[in-house]
């Protein structure tokens, strides 16, 4: 479903990945920092709510924009566009360290990532065959996994070192130097004439079960996975575990999905694994990992990190891999820049069902909720026939 024969180069494919990276360092390094910043800046818990909003709210409502304006002028000046726009957001707070300035900055890099986020993901399945997608997509989640893990690591030490403006300064020389990079070394992949598409035909294609089954599963790993990061410390704490330990435990769960990508998605192309068994599977996982985390103590805590690490590192690859064989090539940015507004739902619906169970009843039993719907949902995937076409 590509317009490539051959899969690309590794110097094609390397600002993609490190656009990838851009995008994760960028949302954890400053999420996990903005609560120890002085009181000027965050003056309660409902204004770091909305700063911690603000980024995703914008990828939210302009991710599927951006993406179906990659299909009509192409992916790469959507990618490079959004690339400048991110360095440019970042330097605005650098120049003027102030409240104010500070939301304008994260609205503007949360705009800025939803345009190369989708690019890129459509970029990586135009510049590879059908047959790499696996891999492609799995080295591309490998590197975002990354930012993950790091971005709450090095943006501590970057914050300790000089406050959020040294964060955000290098921020905005990560985002100027993937985008000189992209200028050199990825290539130009024209848009691809398209029939005309009626609204109608538009939502006919997003309701299609080919799209919803890897776009429910992925926003289903996402879901989990930011109930991990987010409650797996909590448990942790409850049990007498200190901030060292719970944190090595959520860096177990970035570590686990940065690994096993790659591997699904070679799984995946060398046939040793179908998009709806890997689906399936990574699903029944994830639901064990949210099953082990009721358990008390660290045992439950690191298990439970593990296998959410796991599974939402088999679907992540496999669901994207899954899109691109079902969408029309002309059509790639559109339909990336919609899964990943399903993924941001996942992002924000997993955390507040848990919440809202667990301030009925206990975390224990957010858990539970969020389990049975994994496990349902992998009933479902297992039970139906193949989400994707036949791979050669």
């Known amino acids: 479903m590509t317009s490539s024969t051959a899969a690309a180069p590794a110097r094609q494919m390397w600002p993609l990945y490190a656009a990838g990276f851009t995008t994760a360092f960028g949302a954890h390094s400053i999420a996990a920092n903005l609560g120890g910043l002085s009181p000027d800046a965050v003056t309660s818990l409902l204004v770091l709510g909305g700063l911690l909003a603000l980024y995703d709210g914008a990828e939210v409502l302009l991710k599927p924009v951006f993406g179906s304006l990659a299909d009509r002028v192409g992916a790469r000046p959507v990618l490079l566009g959004g690339l400048i726009a991110f360095a440019a957001a970042s330097a605005v707070y650098v120049a003027a360290d102030s ?5 304008a900055a994260r609205l503007g890099q949360g705009a800025a990532a939803s345009a190369f986020s989708p690019a890129a993901s459509a970029l990586v399945a135009r510049l590879n065959p059908a047959a790499k997608h696996g891999r492609a997509f799995g080295s591309y989640g490998f590197y975002k996994s990354i930012g993950y893990t790091l971005g709450p690591l090095l943006g501590g030490l970057l914050v300790w070192a000089g406050g959020l403006r040294l964060l955000f300064a290098v921020l905005a020389v990560l985002g100027a130097a993937v985008t000189l990079w992209a200028v050199l070394a990825v290539p130009v992949v024209a848009p691809l004439p398209k029939v005309r598409q009626t609204v109608l035909d538009l939502v006919r294609r997003l309701t299609d079960r080919a799209f919803l089954a890897p776009t429910g599963a ?20 409850a049990a007498g575990l200190g901030p060292i330990t719970t944190g090595a435990a959520v860096s177990v769960l970035a570590a686990c999905a940065a690994l096993v990508q790659p591997r699904a998605g070679r ?9 709806r068994t890997g689906l ?18 660290l045992t439950g805590v690191l298990a439970g990190a593990a296998l959410i690490g796991a599974g939402t590192g088999l679907i992540t690859p496999l669901g994207f891999a899954a899109l691109a064989a079902s969408t029309p090539p002309e059509r790639l940015g559109q339909t990336m820049g919609s899964a990943e507004l399903g993924r941001e739902l996942g992002d924000a619906g997993g955390p507040l069902l848990v919440a809202a169970v667990a301030s009925l009843a206990t975390l224990t039993y957010g858990f539970a909720a969020l389990a049975v719907l994994l496990a349902a949902g992998a009933a479902l995937a297992l039970a139906a026939r193949a989400t994707s076409a036949p791979r050669p």
């Open 267 to 275: 799984a995946l192309d060398d046939g040793r694994l179908t998009t």
């Open 218 to 237: 992925l926003a289903a790993a996402t879901a989990a996975l930011s109930v991990g990061v987010g409650f797996l410390p909590v448990t942790g704490r």
């Open 99 to 103: 409240p104010g300035w500070l939301w």
């Open 280 to 297: 399936g599977a990574g699903l029944a996982v994830t639901a064990a990992g949210l099953g082990c985390a009721m358990l008390p103590g």
